[in-house]
Antibody, heavy 113, light 110 residues
Framework: EVQLVQSGAEVKKPGESLKISCKGSGYDFTNYWIGWVRQMPGKGLEWMGLIYPGDSDTRYSPSFQGQVTLSADKSINTAYLQWSSLRASDSAIYYC??????WGQGTLVTVSS | QAVVTQEPSLTVSPGGTVTLTCGSSTGAVTSTHYPYWFQQKPGQAPRTLIYDTNNKHSWTPARFSGSLLGGKAALTLSGAQPEDEAEYYCLLFYSGLRGLFGGGTKLTVL
């Protein structure tokens, strides 16, 4: 069974860094891209970008280029989304999704002073 | 950057048929946009109904189908059920596998 399991909710202060994860199981992790999606409170889905874990080829949405970093460690079947300096406006639920459409359960990120 | 358009809201009667569409500001939607359709209910993660235009998952109810129609991607629901009331999003991929969601369609079954 294909599963994507994301790391737990985070509460951070503005300016702090953060790395959240998405662990895949039940399939060859290197054969499918992993995408990241933002959903701000009460809003729609926003595509952030994707990564191919096999070679770490990364494609960012222009809106998120330079704002976040996608990475992956294929040795542990895990993809990451990270921020170097969080803002209050980064508060949202973040989902990972695999090529073909299997979703993680989401990670709630709250950034507040 | 391209814009992906969906109907903001639609209403369907129980047992009725409705088609949701997904258009692109750059021109006709084709299979090379690899259209995806997702359903999201309040407080839940999205789930994929259709990928790559018309492919279903094992959990996709048979009453949902995907296609290309009149230059757009389309999601057709035949025989609507009360549990189909939800927000529906399409996702298109552009050059360089850069994805873009539509704004979502709020479907009411009434």
């Amino acid at each position: 069974e294909v599963q994507l399991v994301q790391s737990g909710a985070e509460v951070k202060k503005p300016g702090e860094s953060l790395k959240i994860s998405c662990k895949g199981s039940g399939y060859d992790f290197t054969n499918y891209w992993i995408g990241w999606v933002r959903q701000m409170p009460g809003k729609g889905l926003e595509w952030m970008g994707l990564i191919y874990p096999g070679d770490s080829d990364t494609r960012y949405s222009p809106s998120f280029q330079g704002q976040v970093t996608l990475s992956a460690d294929k040795s542990i079947n895990t993809a990451y989304l990270q921020w170097s300096s969080l803002r209050a406006s980064d508060s949202a639920i973040y989902y990972c999704v695999r090529g073909g459409g299997h979703w993680g359960q989401g990670t709630l990120v709250t950034v507040s002073s | 950057q391209a814009v992906v358009t969906q109907e903001p809201s639609l209403t369907v009667s129980p047992g009725g048929t409705v088609t949701l569409t997904c258009g692109s500001s750059t021109g006709a939607v084709t299979s090379t946009h690899y259209p995806y359709w997702f359903q999201q209910k309040p407080g839940q993660a999205p789930r994929t109904l259709i990928y790559d235009t018309n492919n279903k998952h094992s959990w996709t109810p048979a009453r949902f189908s995907g296609s290309l129609l009149g230059g757009k991607a389309a999601l057709t629901l035949s025989g609507a059920q009360p549990e189909d009331e939800a927000e529906y999003y399409c996702l298109l991929f552009y050059s360089g596998l850069r994805g873009l969601f539509g704004g979502g369609t709020k479907l009411t079954v009434l």
